[in-house]
């Protein structure tokens, strides 16, 4: 799953702010049009706070919720969604292992940053 | 008795029901529908109002009723904050010290409150207390036939802050954009009113109240409905998105038992009510319909039913 880093990481995001609508609408879909709006939507939101994200000394992009500090990872790439919906289009338990990857605990510690 | 409402309203440029606010995007309340196109189904994503939010007006316009007509309400709904006595701080306002028989918090509950005897409520504490609501409200959906015409177009907007160069911080701009996300459709939406609930005890199904306690709090949770759909005030952000439109048609049914009107998303859904009432009156059972279609207008047909009841002697 690699292949689809950028939007598990996305979403992963979406999580720790305690935002679930996204991950369970992907990972709940039954066909893949609300896939499709749920990553539309998401990636939406996800430009919308980013904008509006602080800055730190290393040039990575953060939010704060609750006192905790949350890195914005990078935007996933046009290419990485076009292959994601693609696939999604032929399997939905595709968008479904996404959403659990998302849902599980990184498995190493990871530059969330991603880009400046 | 039972009254059921059939409403379609035509909103224009709306925001009645938003969710979610990403950084400067507010989105509309969307949901997905089945709709066929060229004899195949279709999923689209059409705007929607929630029945919570719709359910949340009615409840607001019953406390001014209930008010008008020197009926109890409690002080968190008075407010307008629905905590349906939920926990023990909240029924500690209506009934202390708290009574561990069901019977006895819902009796409580029920004398202390229109809202709530109208509206149920769920105390979740030992021993919990649930009471069902005499009063159901679906989504509001777009029209079927016109469903793939409904659209939630984002709006841009900006607020303006003075700043002089001393007082700017950082990189903070002297506007801020921001986008609300508008829908357009024609809408359906059902509403039903169990009038047999009201002052009743959803334990043993026996009275609460006396009569005329009760006939009077079933006028206030109908001349609610009334204001609540002639005055269009349901749904939010009505200060600078009031929907442009308004209710295109309505039906009204009253009936002794339970009977829900076919719902408004669809086309023929007023021959269809009045053919399943016509089998119900071949059971022996009175009713009213009533329809604003064409000649009439909602508020008639609405105060056509309230005089209905009032001669069956429901108030
Ligand atoms: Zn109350």
């Keep these: 799953m690699t292949e689809y880093e950028g939007i598990v990481k996305m979403l992963r995001f979406f999580v720790q702010t305690r935002n679930f609508s996204y991950v369970d609408r992907i990972g709940n879909a039954l066909n893949p049009e609300p896939v499709e709006v749920a990553l539309l939507e998401a990636l939406r939101a996800f430009r919308s706070i980013r904008e509006s994200a602080s800055v730190d000394e290393n040039g990575g992009r953060y939010i704060e919720k609750d006192g905790n500090k949350i890195l914005l990872p990078g935007i996933p790439s046009g290419e990485e969604v076009m292959g994601f919906l693609k696939d999604v289009r032929s399997d939905t338990g595709v968008a479904k292992l996404v959403a659990t990857l998302a849902l599980a605990y990184p498995s190493k510690k990871e530059n969330s940053g991603g880009d400046v | 008795m039972f009254l059921s409402v059939g409403v379609r309203f035509e909103a224009n440029v709306e925001a009645l029901n938003m969710v979610e606010t990403a950084g400067n995007y507010g989105k509309h309340r969307r949901v997905p529908y089945l709709v066929e196109e060229d004899g195949r189904l279709k999923t689209v994503y059409v705007p929607a109002m929630s029945g919570e939010s719709l359910a949340h007006a009615y409840q607001e316009h019953l406390v001014n009723e209930a008010l008008s007509a020197d009926l109890p309400v409690c002080d968190d709904c008075w407010r307008m904050e629905f905590y349906k ?59 079927k036939s016109v469903a793939l015409f409904a659209t939630s177009e984002p709006q841009l907007h900006a607020r303006h802050a003075q700043m002089d160069a001393s007082s700017k911080k950082g990189n903070a701009s002297e506007q801020m954009i921001y986008y609300v996300e508008t829908g ?24 609460i109240l006396d009569e ?37 048609e309505l039906v009204v049914s009253v009936t002794e038992h339970p009977f829900v009107v076919t719902s408004p998303i669809y086309d023929d859904y007023l021959e269809k009510t009045q053919r399943r009432l016509k089998v119900l009156e071949s059971f022996g059972e009175e009713y009213l319909f009533t329809a604003a279609t064409g000649e009439k207008v909602p508020e008639e047909a609405l105060k056509e039913a309230i005089d209905y009841l009032h001669e069956k002697g429901a108030f």
């Design chain 2, 85 to 143: 006595s939920m926990n023990k701080v909240h029924l500690k306002k209506k009934v202390d010290p708290i009574p561990d028989d069901p019977k006895k918090i819902e009796e409580a509950i029920v004398k202390a409150c229109v809202v709530e005897d109208v509206g149920g409520f769920l105390y979740a504490e030992k021993p919990p207390v649930r009471r069902s609501s005499a009063f159901q409200v679906s989504y509001a959906l777009p029209v």
């Design chain 2, 184 to 207: 357009t459709a024609l809408y359906g939406f059902t509403f039903n009113l169990d009038l047999d609930a009201v002052g009743v005890s959803a334990i043993t199904s026996k009275p």
């Design chain 2, 212 to 248: 005329n306690e009760i006939k009077k709090r079933r006028e206030a949770s109908l001349k609610a409905l009334f204001r609540m759909l002639s005055s269009g005030q349901f749904g939010a952000k009505l200060s600078r998105f009031f929907p442009v439109g308004g209710i295109t």
